[in-house]
DNA sequence: CTGAAAGCGCTAACAC
DNA sequence: GTGTTAGCGCTTTCAG
């Protein structure tokens, strides 16, 4: 072996090694069977003789050994891959969600696997497939879709899936579901807004996707608007632009009289709209009116003297939604499926 | 066939498939023979004849066959999945980049495993060897190590590799490389400031990483502040905390005396430092000073009357590697591995 | 303490 | 036009 006649490069940093190695060759060279390196590389090491493992992890390195991890799903079934599925991902929402997830699972050695169904009902399901395809270990989706019959293929493949954000009607108990605290958030910011003397409400939402997180939001506002006596006005953005917005609101404004408005806004991207149709029309919050919006992080917080907001927490929803997929993945359901995480109130001068 | 004695659920909805379908499955039903199947499921309908096609599609959504992507992969050796590496997920520039591959990734069949090195160089050689071992197509990697030795295990497994934003010392030639055009902006912006009447220029950086995109820029920003006859600090926030910068911040105040003082913030993270500082100091822009950043997105346009900003192009920079990295495993290396993609300056008020 | 060998689901020679 | 069959690299009984 030492006086090994073939010309080898072995020593080369830049080694440029043409064929794959595979555990076959290692054993070979350690002398010893592919079931023993088997063995050791998946911590099994019952019984083996140091010396043995010694061996082998040396060979390995000397190789430069890498398992192929397409050879091992196929025997173990299971790839511990994650497949995350996302409205859009060019979201700030999505990217830390993404974050969440990624904190719990990484640590446990899954990889994620992400794909953008660009709102799209139908680029979903192509996502679900080729996810299905690479034989994923669990699914966590933004979803797209509002009823549950379109996922009834993850179902069958028997892998586990968790929403979140968005709601999907007739979803089993078996499916985890990880939102905000949107109707609450949504009922207390209509009192708070009474409170502070606002008579006229106006939500300015786009309701792209028909799961939207905005739909429960609406809801709340509505019922508690109701309750409360408050006027109310929504305007739906969906293909507006910032001109319409900016004449929809002067429109409000002449109407409202006496009643003093406030302008809330339902994600973080509209506040953006909301606020350049404002300055197009020299409206000062809160001098003009009163503006809130919901929102994924703290920009708004250096807009003017601060906007008040409503802040959802997309790394907890995301952390939530990957632990209790592990835990489905373990056969080890969580106690409860219905996870609501928090929105916190960030104070602005802005109301 | 039609009297089938056994009771089988394939008329349900919610059917339970037990055992995995393979293509055998589908042969035999189908009554051909798995190469057969295999032709069709590959578009490889050499001279097959019609019939047969019709056949094998229709058992094929009659079983709800779904081809395992690790089998194909094994004999392929090509999984139709690029790797993607960056410093921090959390990080717009980082969803916005992840947002530009995905649009030539995705239409082209590919898919993205997204990795976070949380910009350490450790963690980024973990992230690496799990890719390899899932036998990535290529390679798409925002460096978090400054030297290319750290990157032979990749070259040695022949995958394809992209550096995106970051730079690497001793990079191959065969290796892609796009980034926004560091250098000549920061000479640009120099040359501005100074046509503006600002005599003193203080840069607020933080270089976690060494290979960071701001070190060409504090280059380019040094160098023509001397041949300028600027004055020029440089604050480097690594550690220090909100108050710490306002301290200092008050301190270059003093020292400036009559020379007109302009804040450079050279990332979009950076300008929120700078901004919360300016607040406890009573600071405001340009009439206190000026200010000006390297930012990723346009919400600065909002803050105050809109703060001036050399903006990033995060999404084309993504966009060109994943174009340029396709070329490559197609065998059809471009014509130029070097890709500057050009940064825009946004005029503000705040100088 | 270790090994032999079957087989995971698929592709692609090579046959007919 | 279609079929047979040998592996791809690995895990895992079952046997020593």
Redesign the interface.
């Known amino acids: 072996m030492s006086s090994d006649p073939i010309r080898h490069d072995r020593h080369t ?5 043409r064929k794959t190695i595979t555990i076959k060759e290692v054993a070979k060279v350690a002398g010893v069977s592919v079931t023993t390196v088997s063995r050791y590389l998946n911590g099994n090491l019952g019984k083996m003789s140091v010396a043995t493992q010694q061996k082998i992890q040396q060979v390995i390195r000397d190789l ?1 050994y ?6 091992k ?2 025997r173990s079934d299971s ?1 511990h ?1 994650i497949g995350v599925i996302v409205g859009d ?4 929402f ?3 969600l ?2 969440g997830m ?1 904190k719990t699972l ?1 640590p446990r050695n899954y ?6 169904a660009d709102n799209d009902a139908d680029a979903e399901r192509e996502c679900v ?2 996810l ?4 994923v270990d669990g699914l966590i989706i933004q979803p797209s879709r509002g009823n549950f ?1 379109d996922y ?2 993850i ?3 028997h892998t586990p899936l968790a929403f979140v954000d968005r709601y999907v009607d007739a979803t089993p108990s078996s499916v985890i579901h990880v939102t905000s605290d949107n109707y609450e958030a949504s009922r207390r910011m209509c009192e708070e807004l009474a409170g502070k003397g606002y008579r006229h409400i106006v939500v300015v939402s786009t309701t792209t996707v028909g799961t939207s997180a905005q739909i429960p939001r609406i809801h709340a506002i509505t019922e508690t608007a109701r309750r409360l006596g408050l006027r109310l006005s929504v305007l739906d953005l969906a293909g507006g632009d910032d001109a319409w917005l900016a004449d929809a609101l002067r429109a409000i404004r002449t109407t409202s009289g006496e009643d003093r408005t406030a302008v809330v806004s339902l994600m973080g991207p509209l506040l ?1 709209r909301v ?2 149709a404002s300055r197009m029309l020299g409206l000062e919050f809160p001098r003009d009116m009163g503006l809130l919006s919901f929102d994924d992080w703290e ?1 708004g917080e ?3 003297q601060g906007i008040d907001l409503i802040l959802q927490d997309p ?1 907890t929803i995301g952390r939530r939604a990957g632990e209790a997929l592990l835990a489905m993945i373990r056969k080890q359901p969580p106690d409860d499926n219905e996870i609501v995480v928090p929105t916190k109130r960030i104070p602005g001068r802005s109301l």
Chains 1, 2 share one sequence.
């Open positions: 940093k830049a080694m440029n090694s430069n890498r398992p192929s991890a397409a050879a799903s196929m790839t891959i991902i060019s979201n700030v999505a990217s830390m993404f974050t990624y990484q990889s994620v696997m992400l794909l953008n497939e080729k299905l395809q690479q034989n019959e009834y293929p179902v069958n493949a953006l606020l350049a920009w250096y807009v003017g790394e």
